[in-house]
């Protein structure tokens, strides 16, 4: 309430030039960390800019490429959840994905871990390096990555190991990302409008020529490079504003 309030004591320099030079020097740093922030969204959607513009519109086919669907690139599965009750399932370094988890283009690790015996004797799969995962249960529908690292996930994640003679993994990720809201509206359920295993299979993408597409990703990787400087400098000046408030306060 308002008289809590009014005790709470704070620590501040009394001279008022004093005050004037922390913030100016942390509005400095914010400055930069902001342009970093704006760079790297516009980053983003400069690649997605870029798909549209090599291959139109993944619903239309306005450049018509003509369109497979995704089992045809890889065997599809779904995961699996070890018995909670078995701690020593959860006592690994294997990453164990929930598709809450899926919020990024890469990822690599997770909230929790599994072992190989959790894989060996449970409803858990093996993941590959490289295989892409797809998201189907409520609000993590169609929630996309594509994981760095040999992992596992859970039974609300799709995957496959995608044949990189017929696609490239980068590519297809991104007819998944901008085709979402399409896909979205075709889901059932009263409660929790979920996608399937089959439904993840039959969803349509471009199929133009592999080298074609291997120009996106060469296209994406540049930009990828360039997100993770960005991202390293980011971290470098959002540790800096945290030090200079300590030094100062």
């Avoid at 760079?39 to 018509?64: C, H, N, W």
Wanted: glycine fraction near 4%.
């Amino acid at each position: 309430n308002n008289k809590l309030l009014r005790r709470i004591k704070v620590v501040f320099p009394k001279d008022f030039e004093d005050q004037y030079k922390i913030v100016g020097r942390l509005n400095r740093i914010q400055k930069l960390i902001d342009k970093r922030v704006e760079t790297i969204q516009l980053l983003d959607e400069y690649i997605r800019s870029a798909f549209v513009e090599m291959f139109g519109d993944p619903i239309l086919d306005s450049k018509k490429f003509g369109k497979k669907p995704l089992s045809f690139f890889g065997t599809w599965r779904s995961g699996g959840t070890p018995p909670k009750s078995q701690i020593e399932f959860y006592s690994g370094s294997i990453p164990w994905y929930t598709s809450g988890e899926l919020n990024q283009t890469f990822i690599n690790d997770s909230n929790e871990k599994i072992t190989d015996q959790a894989i060996a004797e449970t409803s858990a799969q093996h993941v590959e390096t490289g295989s892409l995962l797809i998201g189907m249960y409520d609000t993590a529908a169609l929630k996309t990555s594509i994981t760095t690292v040999n992992a596992s996930c859970n039974q609300a994640v799709a995957f496959a190991k995608l044949n990189n003679e017929l696609c490239e993994t980068t590519f297809i990720y991104f007819n998944i990302i901008l085709s979402k809201d399409y896909y979205l509206n075709q889901r059932k359920g009263a409660r929790q409008k979920n996608l399937n295993l089959t439904k993840i299979k039959n969803i349509e993408v471009l199929y133009p020529n592999i080298d074609h597409q291997r120009r996106f990703t060469k296209k994406f990787t540049s930009v990828e490079s360039l997100k993770r400087n960005l991202n390293q400098s980011l971290g470098i000046l959002t540790v800096l504003f945290q030090a200079t408030v300590q030094t100062a306060f």
